[in-house]
């Protein structure tokens, strides 16, 4: 059996190998609507937000695997401390912003491909913006702005429309773990539905810090938020202070000792002083192969990937290097009380004696809220609004009352929202524990 003739799509000798993959039909598609001339349109015009560890690999890989008008979005600038992984950038570079530099750099070694650096935040632009792309890929280091862009492109969709429907493809690593999901939007599971996966990590209870610390970390908190507290070394710590830091790590030392605790180090105070997560280069080349092998998939149809539409099909890609090598895919089931894609209110068991400023505050540790600013707004009342000024100075005396003396009861429904996360309502059902 003779193979399919491979469309003369590309002239280019570098693409001949990823045109036999490109301009074929696959297994997976009807071999009688499949246009291979059209797929190289489909690899353009695809975002990336990002341009660090994470960004670096995920541009390098896009550029060399077909994908001719790309757009990097970051607003850091280079660190010396960057060099270490992020192999785009050079010590000449020290200071310059990321996404000029390692666009210039992609584009300098792979011909024919276009890069746009934009050094900015994600949130800067508009639904209108975003709408010019067919792919958004993200390396981000934020769970707030991978909140705000999955809002974002879910707000996008318009069922008139199908090209108002913009997959998104999202990678993280944390240390030697890292993950990849392919989110099509109000199609299925969205970050806001995965959310509990990034719950806030528990804080460590003061009476262990004081009395009985088991392991190095305990030692530096108590250094961190007891010893400092107490003998004030300084005016105000700052992190970035080779100073301050060592000062620190001197007293964790020594707390250590106290309870022969080993495993204290300068580099481990800084890290958990700072909330530092380890950066390991191989996991960052691992991840965004992931990530950009599910790029080509949608692009090209060479392939199911992850997230297809179909019962079952997993969209989740998990991976761990901890000890050897580890992936596992599933499939995240969406979430009908999801604020974003879901249609229905949240329960959120409360405690009646609660003081409205109490409640508040556990959005910030909750799980499935991690809110920071919340404004509150009950059945037909206004309960609590950060902004604007005047508006929180006149609702700032409901923050000493209980949830009983503002009138709420169980079963009331309160919407929830947050400055970082303009547009989205989250909508909660009381329930009184």
């Known amino acids: 059996m003779s193979s399919p003739e491979i469309l003369p799509v590309s002239e280019s000798r570098r693409w001949k190998y990823l045109d036999n993959v490109r301009t074929r039909p696959g297994a997976f598609v009807d071999p009688d609507e ?69 666009a210039k750099f992609v584009e300098r070694r792979v011909k024919g491909v276009k890069i746009t650096p ?42 008139e429309n199908p090209d108002s429907m913009k997959p998104l493809i999202d990678g993280g690593t944390e240390g030697f773990k890292g993950q990849a999901r392919v989110i099509l939007p109000t199609m299925g599971s969205c970050i806001e539905c995965q959310l509990d996966m990034h719950a806030p990590r528990a804080a460590v209870p003061l009476c262990t810090l004081a009395s009985i610390p088991r392991q190095p970390e305990h030692c530096i908190e108590w250094a961190h938020v007891i010893a400092w507290d107490k003998e004030k070394p300084f005016p105000q710590l700052d ?18 000792k106290e309870f022969n605790i080993s495993g ?46 179909g019962d079952g099909e997993p969209n989740y890609m998990m991976y761990s290097g901890n000890d050897s090598i580890y992936t596992y895919t599933f499939k995240h089931e969406q979430k009908e009380d999801c604020p974003v ?24 540790t909750l799980p499935e809220a991690q809110l920071k600013k919340p404004s509150i707004r009950a059945e037909g009342k206004t309960l609590y609004m950060q902004l604007p000024p005047s508006l929180e100075e006149q609702t700032r005396p409901n923050l000493s009352k209980t949830l009983e003396e503002l009138g709420l009861t169980a079963g009331t429904e309160i919407a929830v929202t947050d400055p970082a996360f303009l547009g989205v309502v989250f909508n909660f059902s009381l329930r009184f524990a």
């Not at 067919?134 to 707000?155: F, K, M, P, Y």
């Not at 080349?285 to 992931?290: G, L, P, Q, T």
């Not at 894609?341 to 910030?364: D, H, Q």
Request: proline fraction near 3%; hydrophobic fraction near 45%.
């Open 34 to 102: 499949f246009d291979g001339s059209t797929v190289v349109d489909n690899m353009n015009k695809i975002k990336i937000f990002g341009a660090g560890g994470l960004g670096c690999e995920i541009l390098k890989n896009l550029a060399l695997s077909g994908f001719k008008d790309i757009s990097v979005i970051d607003m850091d600038t280079i660190d010396i401390s960057n060099l270490n992984r992020q192999f785009l950038f050079r010590h000449a570079d020290v200071g310059k912003f990321k996404a000029e530099v390692a």
């Open 264 to 309: 204290v180090t300068y580099s481990l105070t800084q890290g958990v002083v700072k909330n530092i997560i380890p950066a390991i280069a191989a996991t960052n080349s691992v991840i965004a192969a992931a990530c950009c092998n599910e790029a080509l998939k949608i692009a090209s149809s060479c392939a199911p990937f992850l997230g297809t539409p």
């Open 239 to 256: 992190k970035d202070d080779p100073e301050h830091i060592t000062w620190l790590y001197q007293k964790a030392l020594e707390r250590a």
């Open 341 to 364: 894609c879901g249609m229905t209110a949240r329960v959120l068991k409360v405690n009646p004696k609660w003081t409205l400023e109490e409640l508040i505050e556990s959005f910030a």
């Open 118 to 159: 934009y050094n900015c935040k994600i949130q800067d632009f508009d639904e209108d913006f975003y709408l010019q792309f067919q792919i958004v890929v993200c390396g981000l280091d934020s769970i707030e702005a991978r909140r705000w862009i999955n809002a974002t492109l879910i707000n996008m969709v318009n069922p």
